[in-house]
T-cell receptor, first 113, second 112 residues
Framework: DTGVSQNPRHKITKRGQNVTFRCDPI?????LYWYRQTLGQGPEFLTY????????KSRLLSDRFSAERPKGSFSTLEIQRTEQGDSAMYLC???????????FGSGTQLSVL | DQQVKQNSPSLSVQEGRISILNCDYTNSMFDYFLWYKKYPAEGPTFLIS?????DKNEDGRFTVFLNKSAKHLSLHIVPSQPGDSAVYFC???????????FGKGTTLSVSS
């Protein structure tokens, strides 16, 4: 396993700009999750995919957020019209299946100025 | 409302002693519990897990205990080492298995 890869590691943007993050899963992991972590909190679930199908979205995922996983491989998370409250670490995790442990990437740290 | 609670934000232990990290949960539908460890600037790393049908699981220096009646689990690290210094997250999974729900974490500091 080469591990879950996330890019970029850091992103600084101005309020109102759009940003996109990428996650490359461990090969053959068909489940992919996005989490958000803010200071002093644990990771909070945003959404997950089984292969290319997005099966669940948290109510934390506002209309400004969209995630895709074309062809069931890498995934992107886009935030439109960023707000200062979007500043957080965005974590991607993958697993082989429904009842398997999650492997996390190193995250993308977003700072909205 | 938080379904997984780690009420101690931090814990300091001397090297060689036991570290005990606690976690409480409110949802009786949770069927699987996990502990993750996180170093700064890295993603969480899986440490150990336990199914709700068991009350103990051991892996080397790490043991997790589950008390279903009290909705409480704990992670024991014996002996503690300076390299164990990290943030520890308790997580729970519901029977639908859709996503893990994490606590806020406990920062463990092991001094030599």
């Amino acid at each position: 396993d080469t591990g879950v890869s996330q890019n970029p590691r850091h992103k600084i943007t101005k309020r109102g700009q759009n940003v996109t993050f990428r996650c490359d899963p461990i090969s053959e992991h068909n489940r992919l999750y996005w989490y958000r972590q803010t200071l002093g909190q644990g990771p909070e679930f945003l959404t997950y995919f089984q292969n290319e199908a997005q099966l669940e979205k948290s109510r934390l995922l506002s209309d400004r957020f969209s995630a895709e996983r074309p062809k069931g491989s890498f995934s992107t998370l886009e935030i439109q019209r960023t707000e200062q409250g979007d500043s957080a670490m965005y974590l991607c995790a993958t697993s082989r299946g429904a009842n398997e442990k999650l492997f996390f990437g190193s995250g993308t740290q977003l700072s909205v100025l | 409302d938080q379904q997984v609670k780690q009420n101690s934000p931090s814990l300091s232990v001397q090297e060689g002693r036991i570290s005990i990290l606690n976690c409480d949960y409110t949802n009786s539908m949770f069927d699987y519990f996990l502990w993750y460890k996180k170093y700064p600037a890295e993603g969480p790393t899986f440490l150990i897990s336990i199914s709700s049908i068991k009350d103990k699981n051991e892996d080397g220096r790490f043991t997790v205990f589950l008390n279903k009646s009290a909705k409480h689990l704990s992670l024991h690290i014996v002996p503690s080492q300076p390299g164990d210094s990290a943030v520890y997250f308790c997580a729970a999974r519901n029977q639908a298995g859709t996503a893990l729900i994490f606590g806020k974490g406990t920062t463990l500091s092991v001094s030599s």
